[in-house]
């Protein structure tokens, strides 16, 4: 079956422009992650869905960020008045219950650029 | 603190050699799951192997194994026989019970698999 698919691949955007990011998760999984990943580290968390309610939401940096997965499937992440340091690789994954031992898949990831 | 620790930024290995990358961790949940994942230059994150906390016995998943060391907090991947397509950055990560579904990532290591 398909993995998880991200749209779009890069996206370059003006600073305080909006920018919406694309999410398809593997059919049938219920949980799906957002991370952000700069250059030369880690991913780091954003916010997690079960269904669709975020289960957690700690990771989001700023009221600047916000997430919404309206059926539980597809996911989107927003980003309002975006800033120069918001560009990073914006990573999702998914996986079929989200507990502790639940593998998460991570599709190809959204390249965003601010300049 | 840092909860996942990868010591060597790079490492380099001979093809068809094995070859050891770290990784510690830092938690006081029982309860827990260790990941690793390869991120070849195309960025995608690949799944390895996962051992969870209680389990008894080394994960192992092909050429890949993990060497968990429960007292010593640490996780480290081996990867024996290695190829050229290894040559990737891998990143160890963990999930705790009591902190629902994010993943913690470490800093990375970039393997290089010479001819």
């Known amino acids: 079956g398909a993995g998880v698919s991200q749209t779009p691949s890069n996206k370059v955007t003006e600073k305080g422009k909006y920018v919406e990011l694309r999410c398809d998760p593997i059919s049938g999984h219920t949980a799906l992650y957002w991370y952000r990943q700069s250059l030369g580290q880690g991913p780091e968390f954003l916010i997690y869905f079960q269904g669709t309610g975020a289960a957690d939401d700690s990771g989001l940096p700023n009221d600047r960020f916000f997430a919404v997965r309206p059926e539980g499937s597809v996911s989107t992440l927003k980003i309002q008045r975006t800033e120069r340091g918001d560009s990073a690789v914006y990573l999702c994954?998914?996986?079929?219950?989200?507990?502790?031992?639940?593998?998460?898949?991570f599709g190809p990831g959204t390249r965003l650029t601010v300049l | 603190a840092q909860k996942i620790t990868q010591t060597q930024p790079g490492m380099f290995v001979q093809e068809k050699e094995a070859v050891t990358l770290d990784c510690t961790y830092d938690?006081?949940?029982?309860?827990?799951?260790l990941f690793w994942y390869k991120q070849p230059s195309s960025g995608e994150m690949i799944f390895l192997i996962y051992?969870?906390?209680?389990?008894?016995q080394n994960a192992t998943e092909g050429r890949y194994s993990l060497n968990f060391q429960k007292a010593r907090k640490s996780a480290n991947l081996v990867i024996s026989a290695s190829q050229l397509g290894d040559s990737a950055m891998y990143f160890c990560?963990?999930?705790?019970?009591?902190?629902?579904?994010?993943?913690?990532f470490g800093q990375g290591t970039e393997l290089s698999v010479k001819p």
């Open positions: 938690t006081s949940d029982p309860s827990y799951g």
């Open positions: 051992q969870g906390s209680y389990d008894q």
């Open positions: 990560a963990m999930r705790e019970r009591n902190q629902g579904g994010k993943l913690i």
């Open positions: 994954a998914s996986s079929s219950e989200g507990g502790a031992a639940d593998t998460q898949y």
